[in-house]
């Protein structure tokens, strides 16, 4: 943890722990600073502020995502087993960060208009690109409905970051946390009412190994 680039990482793994226990994306210089045994001037000094910190936290997080979703979009696939495959990763990346999809939100709505527009450019329109051709793909195929990409852009990445983003109201339903088992369980239910709902042959979604 003595090099610049082991501290970085350390500071930022600091800080990924304390939102996932906040369950918020909300977190300040001196809560990182004493969790971590530094100063805040040391996180100062390696990110310039909190929010030079949370664009690095993103872009690690995202970093990961967005290459999976860049070589999923080059898989000789039909649409409907790329979709399948992308619910499945979208989960299990708001499992490994469940403050991702917030902290995005948070970034976008940054008053550094530099900050906002990379992070637009980098992680929300790369998606939306993803969700365009998939559904392209799948019309051309006669597999899926014609419907507006933004449709299914909200459908998938809301319904995929709503079993983290609540996480403090599973217990409403007797689960204390997210086991491997409940995230197996959740991601079969989402992806098999999408497919449902979105495939020309609803009964085809049955057939399909989710």
């Known amino acids: 943890m003595?090099?610049?680039p082991d501290m970085r990482e350390y500071l930022m793994q600091t800080a990924s722990e304390i939102m996932i226990a906040k369950d918020?994306?909300?977190v300040s210089l001196s809560e990182i600073a004493e969790k971590a045994n530094h100063s805040p001037a040391l996180v100062q000094y390696h990110f310039g502020n909190k929010q030079g910190l949370l664009h690095a936290i993103l872009e690690r997080d995202g970093r990961r995502a967005l290459a999976q979703l860049h070589e999923l979009m080059d898989l000789d696939l039909p649409a409907v087993e790329k979709l399948r495959i992308h619910i499945s990763g979208l989960v299990s990346a708001y499992q490994r960060a469940p403050y991702l999809n917030r902290l995005i939100h948070y970034m976008i709505q940054s008053e550094d208009q530099e900050v906002s527009g990379k992070v637009f450019t980098v992680f929300i329109e790369p998606l939306a690109k993803f969700?365009?051709?998939i559904l392209a793909e799948g019309v051309a195929s006669g597999?899926?409905?014609d419907i507006p990409p933004m449709h299914l852009f909200?459908?998938?990445t809301g319904a995929s970051d709503q079993l983290f983003y609540r996480s403090n109201t599973l217990r409403v339903f007797g689960i204390s946390e997210v086991t491997e088992e409940v995230k197996k369980d959740y991601v079969r239910s989402v992806t098999g009412i999408i497919l449902g709902g979105l495939l020309v042959d609803p009964g085809a979604a049955a057939r399909i190994q989710l």
Request: aromatic fraction near 20%.
């Open 143 to 145: 597999q899926f409905r």
């Open 2 to 4: 003595g090099s610049r």
């Open 131 to 133: 969700y365009e051709v």
């Open 154 to 156: 909200f459908i998938v």
């Open 24 to 26: 918020s994306s909300e």
